[in-house]
């Protein structure tokens, strides 16, 4: 058929020249398919070349676009016929490196037949260009990943040709009105498409479309899911994904007359409620995703008859049912089960025979938060296809047994998180490229295990490793991404050859025994935004190459024996979080800190010996929420432009974006507070300057910190009044002024104080036995304050 002689086509030609009145159908029967012998029209093809001036194209895969034949130039495709333009290619196949950027010449309006646009992947950008709404011959036009911003332009809907539209991954918003028209439609991606304002018309456009088989509106930002329709339209729809968006419904009704779904994606919402038996009635389903929702109750019987189920992830939700083998007798070609609940809860089980044999062969496994110990599951025996294993939390003990080393697996995770496994951790485990093993929190000891170069997430705190770091650790597993050691006995120095890790962006290595200086290898590692070295007996100084880090976000060195002075970290301008807290550092405050921080949130420096006044620069710092400069040696005033401290007094509500992990000690109410999971102190806000030599007043600037949580200046030798408006400090939970050299009387402002629920104003002064009381503090006052509260 692609063979055809030069006669043919000039015949056909001919003919369409003489009689444009033929049509197509009967013309092309018979003739040559092959477009090479159907020459482009040179308007087009000027068209095109403008397309290419346009756009940026680094790898230059274009190359092709020159001659007079565009109809052979890579990406371009042309009716057979005509010679037009049909068909325009330029997906990007690779990583986003080997895309186009630049722009796209409206030049694009000249190819009047196009019927195939793709452009995804490439790094197009600018704000949405609205003549692609007037390319009406248009039926698949996938944008999908460029970088298009801004409105999607209503006049799409004149596309009425349209079967596949995909603008997904691109920032975008719109309120869906131009949909109406597409009623050809069979795909519709819009995903992380921010579709907050169509509320809750978003169903009703989809609902127009009765063409509809594949609708994907995942991380759209939808507010809300309609729990009724009066008429279904779209019952033609095999494909649903509605995950990531903000839905705290039940799962509606409506959904169950989609009778033709093969998959349905739910997962990441906040669905409350039960799972209704109705579920039953979509006989065709395929894939289930209802993962991290708030589903409660029990899973309904009518799932575990959904015979088709290849794919099933219920985890991360409230069940509160037990799971037995007889559960998974119809579910033969299950590949992939999730199941678990979230917050864990253990007293659930997942309770099988120790002969059972299941009827599937998984290749994906995770059972979070069901009690399945405290034997390792004998039923893994026959699962000889598995490539994810996770069993976290399981109440699983002992150890892991040979005969599940022998099934011999390549794995690309393997997590048993949160069990009571013990012993050694069995070496001969095989990894798939890029894989993730994570068996924190068990009793695993002896020396810290190393495995495959092919694992980027290790993580293993919270165990009894002990014994040092081994030396080796940067050659056996150089591709290293994530590794957190924490919470071990690991002792000895931490090896120069940990800088070979050079793609490493998460080390935490904090609470264990290790010594010795920390070595300068951190040029090496420039990928690092994470490190946590705190509470272990490292010494030394801080190498300065640790300030090359660029994209260095949390730096927690608390509770070692650093001395010296701290090298200039001017470069680390990404910091959210410098914790330099209980060590020996001395000299001045960097002034590195407060110059170029504008993401800072936490900085803490309690407990060494710094010297010198308090930075001015520090009170630029827009994003501080708890500043910690307690028991040093800081002079001079508190700076009057404290209360500059933009996110202190702002509001804002933002609510900061510190990182899931990691480990900050935070001192409150006069308690330490430990927080595992930072998100936590995003509620925090804190100034405490206790424990200095700080003197002068306490500035007026202070009280306009309106969102601030706790202000602690006590022991220093501050003196003159407290602020008369220090009722302001709406948010204040607890204050202490406490052994300063105040004088005056409470202000009457303080009754303002509605969260106050630790107040110190005692008046003794630090450093002298004798109590002096200049002052005449009204503590009839704080009584009165302190009994409002309780
Ligand atoms: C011309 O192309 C169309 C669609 O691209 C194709 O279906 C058809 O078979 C081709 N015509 C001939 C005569 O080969
Ligand atoms: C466009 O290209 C991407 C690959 O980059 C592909 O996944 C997608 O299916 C293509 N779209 C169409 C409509 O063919
Ligand atoms: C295209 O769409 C716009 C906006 O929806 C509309 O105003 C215009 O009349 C349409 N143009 C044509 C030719 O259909
Ligand atoms: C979506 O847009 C609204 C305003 O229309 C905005 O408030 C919201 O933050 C946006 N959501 C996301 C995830 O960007
Ligand atoms: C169903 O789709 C048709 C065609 O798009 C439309 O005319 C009709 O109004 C739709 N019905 C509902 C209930 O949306
Ligand atoms: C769903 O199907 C049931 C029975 O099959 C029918 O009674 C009901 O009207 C349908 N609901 C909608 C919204 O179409
Ligand atoms: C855990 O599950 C049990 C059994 O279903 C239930 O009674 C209990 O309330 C659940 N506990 C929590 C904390 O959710
Ligand atoms: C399951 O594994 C056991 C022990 O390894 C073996 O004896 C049995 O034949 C296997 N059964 C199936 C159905 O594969
Ligand atoms: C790494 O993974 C690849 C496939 O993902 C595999 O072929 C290779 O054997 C693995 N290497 C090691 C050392 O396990
Ligand atoms: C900080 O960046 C500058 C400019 O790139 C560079 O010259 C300097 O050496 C860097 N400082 C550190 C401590 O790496
Ligand atoms: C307490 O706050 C109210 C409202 O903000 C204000 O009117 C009042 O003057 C304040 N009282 C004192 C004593 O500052
Ligand atoms: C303390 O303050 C209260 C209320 O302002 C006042 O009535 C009382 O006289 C004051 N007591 C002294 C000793 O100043």
New binding site residues.
């Given amino acids: 058929m692609g063979h055809c002689s030069a006669s043919a086509s000039i015949q056909l030609v001919s003919l369409i020249i003489l009689s444009g009145i033929l049509s197509l159908e009967t013309i092309k029967f018979g003739f040559c398919s092959d477009d090479h012998n159907v020459r482009c029209i040179d308007i087009e093809r000027k068209a095109l070349l403008k397309l290419k001036q346009g756009l940026t194209d680094p790898f230059d895969r274009l190359s092709s676009w020159v001659g007079e034949d565009c109809c052979k130039w890579s990406g371009v495709g042309c009716n057979n016929i005509t010679g037009r333009v049909n068909k325009l290619d330029l997906r990007n196949r690779n990583d986003y490196s080997f895309g186009f950027g630049g722009e796209i010449n409206p030049s694009l309006l000249v190819l009047k037949d196009l019927d195939y646009l793709n452009l995804s992947m490439n790094s197009v950008g600018g704000v949405f260009p609205s003549f692609i709404g007037s390319l009406k011959k248009l039926k698949y036009l996938d944008l999908s990943g460029l970088s298009f911003v801004g409105v999607i332009p209503p006049n799409l809907g004149n596309l009425s040709r349209l079967l596949y539209l995909d603008l997904s991954h691109e920032n975008l918003e719109t309120d869906l009105q131009w949909l109406a028209t597409l009623s050809s439609l069979k795909y519709l991606n819009l995903g992380g498409v921010n579709l907050t304002k169509t509320t809750s018309y978003w169903l009703p456009a989809v609902n127009l479309l009765p063409s509809l088989v594949e609708l994907y509106l995942p991380y759209c930002s939808l507010p809300m899911l309609p729990l009724t329709l009066p008429s279904i339209n779209f019952t033609s729809l095999s494909v649903l994904d509605l995950s990531g968006n903000e839905f705290t419904s039940t799962i509606p009704h409506w959904l169950f007359n989609l009778t033709k779904l093969e998959k349905l994606d739910f997962s990441v919402n906040s669905l409350t409620g039960k799972l209704p038996d109705s579920l039953g009635y979509l006989k065709s389903l395929r894939y289930l995703h209802l993962s991290y929702n708030s589903l409660e109750g029990s899973i309904p019987k009518s799932l575990w008859e959904l015979s088709s189920l290849v794919s099933l992830h219920i985890s991360h939700n ?1 069940w ?2 037990a799971i037995t083998e007889a559960h998974f007798v119809k579910l033969r070609g299950l590949k992939e089960v999730s199941i678990g609940n979230y ?1 864990p ?1 253990i ?2 089980v997942f309770n099988v025979s120790s002969d059972w044999i299941p009827p599937f062969k998984l290749r994906y496994l995770e059972i979070i938060s069901y009690q399945l110990g405290p034997k390792f599951p004998t039923w893994l025996r026959n699962q000889t296809e598995l490539t994810t294993v996770v069993l976290r939390n399981a109440g699983i003990s002992g150890t892991i047994p040979n005969w599940f080393l022998q099934l011999d697996l390549q794995l690309d995770e393997l997590n048993f998180a949160d069990n009571q496994l013990s012993g050694r951790v069995p070496n001969s485990l095989r990894f798939s490229h890029y894989s993730i093993v994570d068996l924190s929190s068990n009793l695993y000891e002896g020396p810290l295990p190393l495995w495959s170069s092919n694992i980027t997430d290790l993580y293993l705190r919270d165990n009894l490793f002990s014994g040092p770091i081994p030396h080796n650790i940067g050659q056996v597993m150089p591709n290293l991404i994530y590794l957190d050691i924490s919470t071990n006995s690991l002792s000895g120095s931490i090896p120069l050859f940990l800088g070979n890790l050079s793609q490493l962006q998460y080390i935490l290595i904090s609470n264990n025994l290790l010594s010795g200086e920390i070595p300068p290898f951190w040029n090496n590692i420039q990928s690092l935004g994470w490190i946590d070295l705190s509470n272990n007996s490292l010494s030394g100084t801080i190498p300065r190459s640790l300030g090359s880090l660029t994209l260095l976000r949390f730096l927690d060195l608390f509770s070692n024996n650093f001395s010296g002075e701290v090298p200039s970290l001017k470069n680390c301008t990404y910091l959210n979080i410098l914790d330099l807290g209980d060590n020996k550092f001395s000299g001045p405050i960097p002034a590195s800190i407060g110059e170029s921080m504008s993401s800072l949130q936490i900085l803490s420096l309690r407990s060494n010996s710094f010297t010198g006044s308090i930075p001015l620069k520090l009170c630029g710092l827009p994003a501080l929420r708890i500043l910690d400069f307690s028991h040093n040696n800081l002079s001079g005033n508190i700076p009057h432009c404290i209360g500059n401290l933009s996110d202190l007094k702002s509001e804002s509500t933002d609510e900061g974006n510190l990182g899931r992990l990691g480990r900050f000690e935070f001192v409150s109410k006069g308690k330490v507070f430990v927080y595992d999971h930072l998100y936590i102190l995003n509620l925090v806000t804190s100034i405490d300057l206790s424990d200095n030599k700080l003197s002068g007043e306490i500035p007026m600037g202070l009280t306009s910190l309106i969102k601030l949580g706790t202000l602690n200046l006590s022991m220093n030798h501050l003196t003159g009044n407290i602020p008369a408006n220090i009722g302001n400090l709406e948010s204040i939970e607890t204050l202490d002024l406490s052994m300063n050299k105040l004088s005056g009387s409470i202000p009457q402002s303080m009754v303002n104080l509605t969260f106050l629920n630790h107040l110190n104003m005692s008046y003794k002064v630090m450093g002298t036995s004798q109590p002096k009381s200049p002052n005449t503090l009204n503590n009839t006052h704080c009584a009165k304050i302190k009994r409002r509260d309780t």
Avoid: R
């Fill in positions: 409230k509160e049912c917050p809860n007293s659930l």
